[in-house]
């Protein structure tokens, strides 16, 4: 059963910017912190950026002034706006829960980013 679903992903050049989508299952979203996550070769698997269910976000170092996460309860979406990305930017990434044990070994099949200088 497919619980998780990203969107948005491309290939883009420096500068550019992207709008990742992802839905989530109901158990999944309600209550819970969601995030986004990427993956790469280099970095392996890394936090970009949290909102909790109050709509308080985190954003990893790299990702502040650049990212913004928001979240739609009503829909069960949650969206990473990013902007003048690089080329390091360039990884898959994913939605989950953050810090919800139960949720944390069961991913979607993430959305590709790549960004060319």
């Known amino acids: 059963q497919v619980q998780l679903v990203e969107s948005g992903g491309g290939l883009v050049q420096a500068g550019a910017s992207l709008k990742l989508s992802c839905t989530a299952s109901k158990n999944r979203f309600r209550g819970n912190t969601m995030a986004w996550f990427r993956q790469s070769p280099e970095n392996g698997r890394e936090l970009v950026a949290s909102i909790s269910s109050l709509g308080v976000p985190y954003y990893a170092d790299f990702a502040k002034g650049r990212f913004t996460i928001s979240r739609d309860d009503r829909q069960r979406m949650i969206y990473l706006q990013m902007n003048n990305l690089k080329p390091e930017d360039t990884a898959v990434y994913y939605c989950?829960?953050?810090?919800?044990?139960?949720?944390?070994?069961?991913w979607g099949q993430g959305t590709q980013v790549t960004v060319s200088s």
């Open positions: 989950n829960t953050r810090g919800v044990p139960v949720f944390a070994n069961s």
